[in-house]
């Protein structure tokens, strides 16, 4: 059985947003991919961020027996496109190179490697390549799916054609592919397969003063197959976004390479540290087990669509992954989350909700966690001041009068608070002004 693009790609965003896993993992799963595969959650985990399958289009036809027949499908059975599809040498040059990496997936392999597409870039002749499997596999859902073959794109060198990393074709339809790479030595030159469906193309990654994403997107214009575009250089981020129409977390169109860009020292971004505050009367308005409620990931819904680069591909930060969960003096469920993208700073998202109702962002904006209070977010409706600062021990006063004990770590304070005083673990007390 084979586990497929569409179903380890929604359980990875459900669980790590946009972010990706490091580049060893897909070589590791690869070496194994034909053992056994077991379902428990922590391999369906490490799969999820390294496994990836490219649907393709096409009918699989079933022999007598069940055996399957030889599938149609536009990467196996379409000429060539591209301006080099008549260069002969050059299309032999790919098809050796293909033939010589072909350790890589072993010999099940059947047929003469297939040029899809090649094409001159800005970086040099690039192409993509695929080749049917003799052996197949039904992958997990729409049931009767099956691997039907492999695909890669092939980059320029010094040293000629380089193939870069085989993914497993499907014969599903083409959601979920990566069907984009990045080139050259700058990887400034981003090359988008055309599967004949629009795709939108964003170049720069921008925040709001509230943290909120700001992207453009513009339509890619494919020509004889793909489209060549010059990007800003991606060498140690990407900071590109493409979708296909309409723009969702589940429509991104994967960049093949994205993950050697993002961990080119081939090693993995430290787990980001979990750090949660109960305020009181949590349980008052989350229920019985306001834990499990509050761990329901609030990513899988559109709460946060705003802040999550829809698109995007990224890394994680390394600073905690901080929630606060409490209630709103008006009875609604309060949740405050963080979000980090590489090493961008982290932004604080507050969220408030009627019970049963969807949560929704009331205020947010960008923290720094070397400040003595990382997080003061006020919320509306006079619903009071959201605060935040590890560890340390929270007071706050209205104007000059006395100072009231606010708990550790987090609080929310009245909507009249003034001033903070922020005690670290160690004993320095700092005093926040609180803004009106």
């Not at 034909?34 to 369906?44: F, G, H, I, K, S």
């Not at 599809?85 to 790919?94: F, I």
Request: glycine fraction near 10%.
């Amino acid at each position: 059985m084979t586990i497929q693009e569409r179903d380890v790609r929604d359980v990875l965003r459900r669980v790590t947003d946009d972010l990706v896993g490091p580049p060893t993992l897909l070589d590791d799963v690869r070496r194994g991919g034909r053992r056994r595969l077991r379902r428990r959650r922590a391999v369906l985990a490490a799969v999820c961020a390294a496994v990836v399958a490219v649907p393709v289009g096409g009918a699989l036809h079933l022999a007598d027996g069940g055996a399957a027949a030889e599938v149609a499908s536009p990467l196996f059975d379409k000429p060539t496109r591209g301006d080099l599809a008549g260069d002969g040498g050059y299309l032999r040059q790919v098809r050796q190179a293909w033939r010589d990496g072909t350790g890589d997936t072993g010999t099940d392999v059947e047929g003469d490697p297939h040029v899809v597409w090649a094409g001159n870039t800005p970086a040099g002749p690039a192409a993509y390549v695929a080749q049917r499997a003799t052996a197949t596999g039904e992958v997990w859902e729409p049931a009767g799916e099956r691997m039907i073959g492999y695909a890669a794109f092939v980059e320029p060198t010094a040293d000629g054609p380089r193939v870069m990393t085989r993914e497993t074709v499907t014969d599903a339809g083409t959601y979920g592919s990566s069907v984009a790479v990045l080139l050259g030595s700058r990887r400034d030159v981003l090359v988008v397969l055309d599967t004949g469906h629009p795709v939108e193309f964003s170049p720069t990654l921008r925040y709001a003063a509230d943290g909120r994403i700001e992207r453009t997107f513009q339509p890619v214009q494919f020509r004889d197959g793909a489209a060549v575009l010059s990007v800003p250089p991606q060498r140690d981020r990407v900071t590109v976004a493409l979708a296909r129409k309409p723009v969702s977390a589940t429509t991104a169109v994967h960049i093949a390479n994205a993950t050697d860009v993002l961990f080119a020292d081939r090693k993995a971004s430290p787990q980001p540290r979990s750090v949660t505050y109960t305020l009181p009367g949590a349980d008052r308005v989350w229920g019985d087990a306001p834990a499990a409620h509050v761990g329901r990931d609030v990513f899988a819904t559109d709460a946060l669509a705003a802040y999550v680069d829809l698109g995007g591909t990224h890394r994680a930060g390394g600073s905690p992954s901080l929630t606060v969960y409490g209630a709103a003096p008006d009875g609604r469920q309060l949740l405050l989350k963080t979000i980090q993208h590489d090493d961008d700073p982290t932004r604080a998202i507050a969220l408030l909700a009627h019970a049963g109702a969807p949560l929704q962002p009331v205020a947010s904006g960008f923290i720094d966690w070397n400040a003595p209070l990382p997080v003061r977010l006020r919320l509306p409706d006079g619903q009071g001041v959201l605060v935040a600062a590890e560890g340390a021990a929270l007071s706050y006063r209205v104007g000059a009068g006395k100072w009231h004990d606010a708990g550790r770590g987090a609080a929310l304070l009245p909507a009249d608070a003034t001033e903070v005083r922020v005690t670290a673990a160690g004993g320095t007390a700092s005093t926040v002004r609180v803004d009106p």
